[in-house]
């Protein structure tokens, strides 16, 4: 996510003062950037609901998904509910059918569709765990406490026309990775993500955004998420509802799982499709009925 144009002073400086983040790095020593960074993450996870928010189990969501090409038009809009439990297992159904399905657990992942089951195709396995590394929710929980992880305070800013810190983390990987908390609430509002090809040496970015958030049994919700990859929209995320620690199984993120859900999407298509053709003989034999006993 790009950073606000203008940024507007720091804690002890006047509030009219012009500021960019790299003037940060030259008034704080390495370590001293450090330390700002992980209070602002501190001040970030008490506010997303402290240990209720570090304690997430599982999480169940409804929603819907619009998707957008390169030129900006929708490709699509669905309704899906979503099933995780964090930080790498994953299953999303289409409604109201739940006939398509995308199942993730680890470096395992399936497909069910109109066609049947089928393992999940390597693209999409390689960026489920790209986005796990990349998942706000684990650097906050579990991330940020990896060995080797570099933490820079990036200094204030406006973001969305309104006050926020940035906080830099480079993981060892070497993934920059830097989020925008807002200053008076300390929810995150943006995470921007940098990336280089190790083939092409290309740069690339993407950025998430947070917004209208609700609380959900003690834990701050965004219910509006949105990414764009090199400044081009990819998606964007409406929740409906959702729901925390309702002890999902781990069943549930099994191929055995869409075994059993094929079996009875299976059976409901063979009696869709059995219903027009009872229907078709029952049009026949009304009509068989009403012809005369001398018809030739």
């Known amino acids: 996510m790009a950073a606000g144009i203008l940024a507007l002073g720091f804690v002890g400086a006047p509030a009219l003062r012009a500021w960019s983040p790299q003037q940060e790095d030259q008034v704080l020593l390495p370590n001293q950037s450090a330390a700002k960074a992980k209070?602002?993450?501190?001040?970030?996870?008490?506010?997303?609901?402290?240990?209720?928010?570090?304690?997430?189990?599982?999480?169940?969501?409804?929603?819907?998904?619009?998707?957008?090409?390169?030129?900006?038009?929708?490709?699509?809009?669905?309704?899906?509910?979503?099933?995780?439990?964090?930080?790498?297992?994953?299953?999303?159904?289409?409604?109201?059918?739940?006939?398509?399905?995308?199942?993730?657990n680890g470096s395992q992942g399936w497909e069910l569709d109109r066609g049947g089951i089928s393992d999940a195709p390597a693209t999409d396995l390689a960026d489920f765990q790209d986005d796990i590394r990349k998942d706000l929710d684990n650097i906050l929980r579990q991330r940020i406490h990896e060995p080797g992880m570099i933490f820079r305070y990036a200094g204030p800013d406006i973001v969305d026309r309104e006050p926020a810190e940035w906080v830099e983390l480079v993981d060892r990987e070497n993934r920059t990775i830097r989020?925008?908390?807002?200053?008076?609430?300390?929810?995150?509002?943006?995470?921007?993500?940098?990336?280089?090809?190790?083939?092409t040496?290309?740069?690339?970015?993407?950025?998430?955004?947070?917004?209208?958030?609700?609380?959900?049994?003690?834990?701050?919700?965004?219910?509006?998420?949105?990414?764009?990859?090199?400044?081009?929209?990819?998606?964007?995320?409406?929740?409906?509802?959702?729901?925390?620690?309702?002890?999902?199984?781990?069943?549930?993120?099994?191929?055995?799982?869409?075994?059993?859900?094929?079996?009875?999407?299976?059976?409901?298509?063979?009696?869709?499709e059995k219903k027009p053709q009872k229907k078709d003989k029952d049009q026949d034999k009304d009509h068989t009925a009403s012809i005369p006993n001398d018809a030739p």
Not at 66 to 88: L, R
Not at 182 to 191: A, G, K, V
Not at 221 to 227: G, I, L, M, N, W
């Open 39 to 104: 209070q602002v993450l501190q001040q970030a996870i008490e506010a997303l609901g402290g240990n209720a928010y570090l304690n997430v189990h599982d999480v169940t969501c409804v929603g819907h998904l619009g998707q957008f090409d390169h030129s900006g038009a929708v490709t699509g809009y669905e309704k899906f509910i979503d099933f995780s439990i964090p930080p790498d297992k994953d299953r999303n159904e289409n409604l109201p059918k739940r006939n398509i399905i995308q199942v993730f």
């Open 179 to 199: 989020i925008a908390f807002n200053s008076s609430t300390h929810l995150p509002i943006r995470e921007e993500v940098q990336t280089r090809d190790p083939k």
């Open 201 to 272: 040496q290309m740069k690339s970015s993407e950025v998430d955004y947070f917004s209208n958030y609700h609380p959900i049994a003690g834990v701050q919700t965004p219910f509006q998420v949105a990414r764009d990859r090199n400044g081009m929209m990819i998606y964007q995320v409406f929740f409906d509802k959702c729901e925390y620690n309702t002890n999902l199984s781990d069943s549930l993120f099994t191929k055995a799982s869409l075994d059993d859900r094929w079996q009875r999407v299976k059976k409901h298509r063979y009696k869709d």
